[in-house]
């Protein structure tokens, strides 16, 4: 890692590539970097997001992602999992190495690769979300902003692969415990869907009740827990093999 401060700054500029692009910090909207090799995508993306979120620059490579991240400090990063650059760790690299010099920034894995390995690399480096990139821009700016106020979003298909990587096995029932027994079993439907990364209205639209409701319950449920995050709720599920 290039040297933060003083003479470490020519230093750094010259170990690792410069950003692609990058901009004065916008006073307003939700801040993100994209991090992706390919020019086309990150320009494209960049014109499909939504407008309250302010994109102040671009990275193509894994050092200058890492220096991008402690440079401009975003609130979240979308970030491709396989990048040149570093030592060949990619996406989990930028995470390992950036993340304890940008201590209020949060990262969501953007990737065209739905491979279990892609997706638990990430994770366990400290990502908190995987979506594809068949997502549209308005769904990559909703899991942005989801990530940004602490949720843990990951594309429907790819919660598995996250599930069995901490240990939850499909079928495998928990035990009953007394932190189990607070919630009511319509509260304990919610949770498990949004511990797998549902939103308000896919959860609703499951159970076949209002999107206010489920804000209901997931408050409730949170409350019970003694919770603060859906990001935390996904957790707690994971250690116990709820889902």
């Given at each position: 890692?290039p040297?933060?401060?003083g003479q470490g700054?020519?230093?750094r500029a010259?170990a690792?590539?410069?950003?692609a692009?990058a901009?004065?910090?916008?006073?307003a909207?939700?801040r993100?970097l994209?991090?992706?090799?390919?020019?086309?995508f990150?320009?494209?993306?960049r014109?499909?997001?939504?407008?309250?979120?302010?994109?102040l620059?671009?990275?193509?490579?894994?050092?200058?992602a890492?220096i991008?991240?402690?440079d401009?400090?975003?609130?979240?990063v979308?970030l491709?999992?396989?990048l040149?650059?570093?030592?060949?760790g990619?996406?989990a690299?930028v995470?390992?190495?950036?993340?304890?010099?940008?201590p209020?920034?949060?990262?969501?894995?953007?990737?065209?690769?739905?491979?279990?390995?892609?997706?638990?690399?990430?994770?366990?480096a400290?990502a908190?979300?995987?979506?594809?990139k068949?997502?549209s821009g308005?769904?990559v700016?909703?899991?942005?902003r989801?990530?940004?106020?602490?949720?843990?979003?990951?594309s429907?298909?790819?919660?598995?692969?996250?599930?069995?990587?901490?240990?939850?096995?499909?079928?495998?029932t928990?035990?009953?415990?007394?932190?189990?027994?607070?919630l009511?079993?319509r509260e304990?439907?919610?949770?498990?869907?949004?511990?797998?990364?549902?939103s308000?209205?896919e959860v609703a639209?499951t159970?076949?009740?209002?999107?206010?409701?489920v804000e209901?319950?997931?408050?409730?449920?949170?409350?019970?827990?003694?919770?603060?995050?859906?990001?935390?709720?996904?957790?707690?599920?994971?250690e116990?093999?709820?889902l």
């Amino acid at each position: 890692m290039p040297e933060a401060n003083g003479q470490g700054d020519s230093a750094r500029a010259a170990a690792a590539p410069a950003p692609a692009t990058a901009q004065p910090e916008a006073s307003a909207g939700l801040r993100v970097l994209i991090v992706d090799d390919h020019s086309i995508f990150r320009s494209g993306l960049r014109a499909e997001l939504d407008a309250d979120l302010t994109v102040l620059g671009e990275a193509a490579t894994v050092d200058a992602a890492i220096i991008s991240v402690i440079d401009l400090q975003p609130r979240v990063v979308l970030l491709d999992v396989h990048l040149p650059g570093g030592r060949g760790g990619g996406g989990a690299e930028v995470i390992r190495e950036a993340a304890s010099r940008a201590p209020h920034t949060l990262f969501l894995a953007l990737s065209v690769s739905d491979a279990a390995d892609d997706v638990v690399s990430v994770i366990r480096a400290g990502a908190r979300g995987y979506i594809t990139k068949s997502a549209s821009g308005a769904e990559v700016s909703d899991a942005a902003r989801r990530v940004a106020d602490g949720d843990a979003v990951f594309s429907p298909r790819l919660a598995g692969f996250v599930l069995d990587a901490f240990g939850a096995v499909a079928g495998e029932t928990a035990e009953t415990t007394e932190e189990l027994d607070r919630l009511s079993a319509r509260e304990t439907e919610v949770m498990r869907l949004i511990a797998r990364g549902y939103s308000y209205k896919e959860v609703a639209s499951t159970l076949f009740i209002a999107a206010k409701t489920v804000e209901t319950h997931v408050s409730a449920v949170l409350r019970k827990l003694q919770l603060s995050s859906r990001h935390e709720l996904t957790a707690w599920a994971l250690e116990r093999k709820l889902l």
